[in-house]
């Protein structure tokens, strides 16, 4: 069988299998699946066959070949929470954090979220997609293939269907995919200070219905929807509110919960069956034992904390104990934590959530891909899959996450294609 490309001699090719069509979960988080001196074959986009070099080369001649040089060759990351569309930056904030104010309190002067909305409102659809196009070129660089992008920096219909017009337009024009996710309810925006309901009530009664009345298309799917439960944003009961009417409308449903206090989301993410529940840091135990058992996928963001300075991180290993799917991303957001790369929250993960390198590839991978509804198309190199694949300049995958601060993708292949990513080399 001729095909499109053969990638040879990977020293490890990490296939990061799905288990039972899900993510990896508990104790069987880590799941590499490797094949020593790896081959890949690739036809029309999709992976069509993997083993042995010695098996592979003989079988499928290729009209490209690939030789990996004994380096590792894994999936694309798959970055499964950021807000990665935005106008301006906050940097003058980090300096006062620095002196010591908080996020809290940059939020309730009037700064923080509002202060991205301010200029994500004034900025033009060809303004928010020139400056995104430049992290996006970042995060392939990094060797992110598939993202999650939110919305919630409009805050109003128009502007919050600016945003998802945006993303529209970044997904027709960029290789990494993007999945749009509905975040009217990110802030309440301080024109609605005090009337915190009739904002929530807008949110549920007229963006809500917007959206729905638009039918998906295959370049502008049905985003999720997700809302930011916490104090000073929107409490579990406006939270409550606001994904019963996104639930009743056809939206599957994610949530923002426990990033500083917890409310009870992670219960109420669990009881409405939202795909996930992203941040879980101060989640009470026994609302761990219930996503355990739940097929809600927990998305830690070690970025947020590290960014912030602060301590507490996801406790990834009581979420496992209790046989919970956790995944990682990176949070990409003006306010507390720009940051590209999956590789650098990988590292996080391995020092502040104590995972295994192998752990926090797969979920920054596998458990990625099925934290954002697109599990059985990404996140692992398996027949059938869509060929995202990065050859990693390292020969051993346990140096990822051990070493940081430099990019150690050598190449991103995304739908078969080598990318040209100006930040690497092509050969
Ligand atoms: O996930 N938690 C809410 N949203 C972001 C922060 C967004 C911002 O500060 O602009 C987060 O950390
Ligand atoms: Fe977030």
């Known amino acids: 069988m001729s095909t499109d490309l053969l990638i040879t001699h990977a020293s490890q090719l990490l296939t990061i299998p799905a288990h039972d069509h899900g993510p990896q979960r508990g104790d069987r988080l880590g799941d590499l699946a490797i094949i020593a001196d790896g081959a890949l074959a690739v036809s029309d986009g999709a992976i069509v066959a993997l083993g042995?070099?010695?098996?592979?080369?003989?079988?499928?001649?290729?009209?490209?070949?690939?030789?990996?040089?004994?380096?590792?060759?894994?999936?694309?990351?798959?970055?499964?929470?950021?807000?990665?569309?935005?106008?301006?930056?906050?940097?003058?904030?980090?300096?006062?954090?620095?002196?010591?104010?908080?996020?809290?309190?940059?939020?309730?002067?009037?700064?923080?979220?509002?202060?991205?909305?301010?200029?994500?409102?004034?900025?033009?659809?060809?303004?928010?997609?020139?400056?995104?196009r430049a992290r996006l070129d970042r995060m392939l660089a990094h060797g992110t293939t598939t993202a999650e992008v939110k919305t919630g920096y409009g805050l109003e219909t128009a502007a919050e269907l600016k945003m998802l017009d945006a993303i529209t337009r970044l997904a027709a024009e960029h290789p990494i995919d993007l999945v749009p996710t509905f975040l009217g309810a990110h802030a309440i925006p301080a024109e609605y200070k005090g009337r915190e309901d009739e904002y929530t009530a807008l949110v549920a009664n007229e963006m809500l219905p917007a959206l729905a009345s638009q039918p998906p298309t295959a370049s502008r799917p049905l985003p999720f929807v997700d809302v930011f439960c916490e104090d000073g944003a929107f409490t579990l009961d406006q939270t409550?509110?606001?994904?019963?009417?996104?639930?009743?409308?056809?939206?599957?449903?994610?949530?923002?919960v426990d990033e500083f206090e917890p409310l009870g989301g992670t219960r109420l993410g669990v009881e409405l069956g939202a795909i996930s529940v992203d941040h879980v840091v101060t989640t009470p135990a026994e609302e761990i034992e219930l996503l355990g058992r739940s097929d809600t996928i927990a998305v830690s963001l070690p970025g947020t904390p590290f960014g912030l300075a602060q301590h507490a991180y996801t406790p990834a290993r009581a979420i496992l104990a209790a046989g919970?799917?956790?995944?990682?991303?990176?949070?990409?957001?003006?306010?507390?934590?720009?940051?590209?790369?999956?590789?650098?929250?990988?590292?996080l993960a391995c020092r502040y959530l104590q995972l295994t390198q192998a752990q926090a590839l797969a979920a920054a991978t596998i458990n990625a891909a099925y934290a954002i509804g697109r599990g059985e198309a990404i996140g692992s190199l398996e027949v059938g899959k869509q060929a995202d694949v990065l050859i990693m300049d390292v020969s051993d995958y346990r140096a990822i996450g051990y070493r940081y601060g430099t990019n150690l993708v050598q190449t991103v292949i995304k739908h078969g294609k080598m990318i040209e990513t100006g930040f690497l080399p092509v050969r």
Do not use: C
């Open 52 to 132: 042995p070099t010695t098996d592979l080369a003989a079988q499928y001649p290729a009209a490209r070949i690939i030789d990996a040089g004994g380096r590792v060759v894994m999936p694309g990351f798959v970055d499964p929470h950021t807000h990665v569309v935005f106008a301006g930056d906050r940097a003058n904030e980090f300096e006062r954090r620095i002196a010591g104010a908080t996020y809290m309190e940059l939020m309730n002067a009037g700064g923080g979220i509002m202060s991205t909305v301010r200029a994500t409102r004034a900025a033009s659809v060809e303004e928010l997609v020139a400056q995104t």
């Open 240 to 256: 409550r509110r606001i994904l019963e009417k996104a639930q009743a409308l056809g939206f599957a449903l994610k949530i923002h």
């Open 324 to 347: 919970g799917a956790l995944a990682l991303a990176t949070d990409i957001n003006p306010g507390t934590t720009w940051n590209e790369s999956l590789q650098l929250i990988v590292a």
